[in-house]
């Protein structure tokens, strides 16, 4: 029976109440889905809210919108699935073997507080699944409350991407908190690369984690091993 991996999606197109767009990093998203499609996955997608998702303008732009992205973007089916994600409520865990938190600044908004996203993960991490994120997407594992009401991400090793990332992308102003501090004080044991922007995916058991766009691809060959070792 293939495996099956839930992508989780933002439905957030600008930072905060700016007027400055945002959305999908489209790259952190076409990456994984190929690394899964070659793996032979089934592969769903859903947002906080359902429906549309808009992308970073930045993700579609050169060099951003690699081989990978530029294909999708330009398949009308592929550009069809982010008009139709499912909400939470809509998802059943136990269907899932893996869920992954894909990124983007618009995460930071949306993903955080999101009760129906924390459930799904908690659950799937529950039944021995893998939880996965790029980048920012490490912000819906914040607050995600294992039964035992512990923090799922307290005491693990994990990346996503950093402060000094943030501060090389001129968006420390914009961004509604420091998501590496952020880790750290709900205890997480948060590690990064030596050099910013390059690919780094930290993995401890069942959660796999990567630090930026770059490190999609190499996160999503990690859950794939991680799968196969189950």
């Known amino acids: 029976m293939a495996k099956r991996v839930l992508h989780v999606v933002t439905n957030v197109d ?9 959305g999908l990093w489209l790259s952190e998203l076409t990456h994984a889905w190929e690394v899964f499609e070659a793996a032979g996955f089934e592969q769903v997608l859903v947002s906080p809210t ?30 069809a699935l982010l008009q139709r994600t499912a909400k939470p409520s809509q998802i059943d865990a136990g269907d899932f073997d893996a869920i992954l938190y894909t990124g983007g600044h618009a995460v930071m908004f949306d993903f955080p507080e999101d009760e129906g996203l924390q459930r799904l993960a908690a659950s799937i991490w529950a039944h021995g699944g893998v939880v996965a994120s790029v980048c920012h997407g490490c912000c819906g594992l914040l607050d995600v409350t294992l039964p035992d009401g512990s923090l799922l991400v307290d005491g693990k090793r994990l ?54 766009p770059a490190s999609a691809k190499a996160t999503a060959k990690r859950v794939v091993e991680v799968l196969a070792a189950e």
């Open 159 to 212: 990346t996503g991407f950093s402060w000094t990332e943030e501060r090389l992308a001129q968006v420390t102003e914009l961004v509604p908190f420091d998501a590496e501090a952020a880790l750290q004080a709900r205890g997480a044991r948060y590690a990064k690369a030596v050099l910013p922007f390059v690919p780094y995916v930290v993995s401890d058991g069942r959660l796999v984690t990567g630090q930026n």
């Open 50 to 79: 359902g429906g549309a998702v808009p992308l970073e303008p930045r993700s579609l732009a050169f060099p951003n919108l690699d081989a990978t992205a530029k294909a999708w973007h330009a398949d009308p089916a592929r550009m």
């Open 14 to 22: 600008r930072y905060g109440d700016s007027d400055e767009p945002t």
